[in-house]
């Protein structure tokens, strides 16, 4: 996925440089000469040729996972991903120039820019590892010993690639927190000033677990900020570490008055306006593999070529979902509804090849057009499993104040759920989708599914 709230900067910062360097490369294909099919195209064209190739370049080390700073990263891994990238985009060159001579690059590109860009982006992509990444330093100070501390600590040493390191708990109490510094090592700092405490342990950000800490401590936290110390409940550092909502500890008040939940009523009808253009457009595009998909379905088995479910919707409400068939036709006769399992038998041949591709979703265009999804949001589940996941798993319900999707934070963040705890971590995926909505998170959301897509991560 993208960068979790918070550390935004360093992804802007990652693509700008290398964008950067893709330029530099540009320059040095461009200046190699002057005649006007330097790059292989026309002096008018030349513009749209250099967009068109730093875009691919781009969008190679997209695919490459060379966007995705919320996992540990060697100096190996640096290496083979940005040489991939590049051979990757070679190879689509070379196909390019024997496929449509007339629209290939010239070989300047294979000559000079292939290679000095990938020079530049190595040396780019080791300096940004050293400088904003191996040596970022947050420290991580929790104040109360309670049940969500565990949590905390997990969260934050399964991020410390980034830089996050925990330095202890501050407690009044030295009882339960003494038990735990010796089994963890953790550093427990007991009863003095806590503006002394952050100066003398360098802490970058002060996690408030215990209400009553904050209550008796208010003072003095406001004194960390104004000392440039990051202050958080437990809720605000848990989703901007782990891109997710802390389910077990949620409080429903914080969600009250969080900050977030920026859908005003334009934004929602340009979502809307987005959601049938793009259904229209995919509709088109998507109108041939429909129909081959179609005649392979009626091909290899017995029943009907679509077929639709009943689904949980927007503030509740059913609505009927339609897919291309990938199970036989009477796959839920004798267990009712069930998730789907891995190697379901029930999964037909050609099935298994739509699910794994997700071409069995393309009719759901129709339910984008109707209004009763949208391209982006919670994945809407069956009434009968709504009715049990509600009673075992709190604010549920939440899922439904928005339109259910196509594709959603949980699904490109989360493999295939089958499970009432598959559902509760996928709940804390959507929470979070739903308190930080925006056109821009959508697109983000969008782009990560064409990974998913392409790569046939997570399907069933």
Not at 85 to 92: I, T
Not at 186 to 196: F, M, P, R, W
Request: net charge positive; aromatic share 10%.
């Amino acid at each position: 996925m993208f960068a979790p709230k918070g550390l935004g900067e360093h992804w802007a910062l990652l693509i700008g440089g290398d964008i950067l360097c893709i330029a530099v490369g540009m320059i040095a294909a461009v200046s190699a000469g002057t005649a006007p099919n330097t790059l292989g195209v026309a002096l008018d064209d030349r513009g749209i040729a250099i967009a068109s190739v730093g875009l691919a370049h781009v969008i190679a080390l997209y695919f490459q996972d060379l966007y995705t700073i919320d996992r540990p990263r060697t100096d190996a891994w640096v290496i083979v991903s940005t040489i991939a990238a590049s051979s990757k985009l070679a190879v689509l060159f070379l196909i390019l120039r024997i496929l449509y001579p007339s629209l290939a690059p010239g070989h300047v590109i294979f000559l000079i820019y292939l290679p000095l860009s990938t020079l530049c982006l190595l040396v780019w992509r080791f300096t940004a590892n050293s400088l904003f990444f191996a040596r970022f330093n947050l420290g991580v100070m929790a104040l109360g010993f309670v049940e969500s501390l565990p949590l905390i600590i997990e969260e934050i040493q399964k991020h410390n690639h980034l830089g996050y390191r925990f330095q202890g708990v501050a407690t009044f109490s030295a009882g339960p927190a003494a038990q735990l510094r010796d089994k963890q090592g953790l550093v427990i700092q007991l009863g003095s000033s806590l503006a002394e405490m952050v100066r003398r342990h360098s802490v970058a950000i002060l996690v408030v677990l215990d209400p009553a800490v904050q209550a008796s401590l208010t003072r003095e936290l406001v004194q960390c900020r104004v000392q440039g110390v990051e202050v958080f409940d437990l809720e605000s550092f848990y989703e901007r570490i782990s891109g997710k909502l802390p389910l077990p500890y949620l409080r429903e008040s914080w969600l009250t008055f969080a900050p977030g939940f920026g859908g005003t009523r334009w934004r929602l009808r340009v979502k809307r306006v987005l959601d049938v253009v793009l259904a229209l457009a995919m509709g088109i595009l998507f109108l041939p593999l429909a129909v081959i998909t179609a005649l392979c379905i009626k091909l290899d088995s017995k029943g009907p070529i679509l077929y639709s479910q009943r689904r949980v919707g927007l503030g509740g409400t059913t609505f009927s979902l339609y897919k291309f068939r990938s199970m036989d036709a009477d796959a839920e006769k004798s267990t009712g509804a069930v998730w789907a399992s891995r190697k379901d038998p029930r999964i037909t041949r050609v099935g298994r090849i739509i699910r794994r591709m997700r071409v069995d979703e393309i009719p759901q265009i129709i339910n984008v057009l109707r209004g009763e999804m949208s391209f982006v949001g919670p994945r809407p589940e069956r009434p009968e499993m709504v009715a049990n996941l509600a009673v075992d798993i709190p604010l549920y319900e939440y899922r439904h104040f928005v339109r259910p999707g196509l594709t959603g934070w949980a699904q490109v963040c989360y493999p295939y759920g089958a499970s009432v705890d598959d559902a509760r971590e996928k709940l804390c995926y959507d929470l979070y989708y739903i308190k930080n909505w925006s056109l821009s998170f959508d697109l983000q959301i969008m782009l990560q599914t064409t990974k998913v897509v392409i790569f046939g991560r997570g399907g069933r």
